[in-house]
């Protein structure tokens, strides 16, 4: 189980590159793809208790934006595409 968590992890931090990030994502969709159902459930489940969203963090940036009296159509933007330098766009955000 906490190696599944760690390849999770792994997949989510996107360490390593696009590309490896994309092949670790493969790998636990192969991982998922071979497990029954009641494992696709547990798998699910863990993905869903462990790696979900930081409500409260959503909720503080939120009452931030409201405070500021922005919205998202009219917060300043990048230069580019994307919030940080990316190969896919060619971006140096």
Known sequence: MEALKDQMRD????RGGEV???ARAANLGRIYLSLNAKGRK????ILAREF???HQ??????????????????????????AKPCIR?????
């Open 11 to 14: 997949c989510l931090e996107a």
């Open 20 to 22: 490896s990030a994309r």
């Open 42 to 45: 547990r798998f699910l489940q």
């Open 52 to 54: 979900d969203i930081d």
């Open 57 to 82: 963090a959503v909720n503080k940036a939120v009452t931030a934006l409201q405070k500021a009296g922005t919205t998202m159509t009219s917060a300043p933007r990048p230069s580019g595409r994307c």
């Open 89 to 93: 766009h060619g971006c140096d955000c």
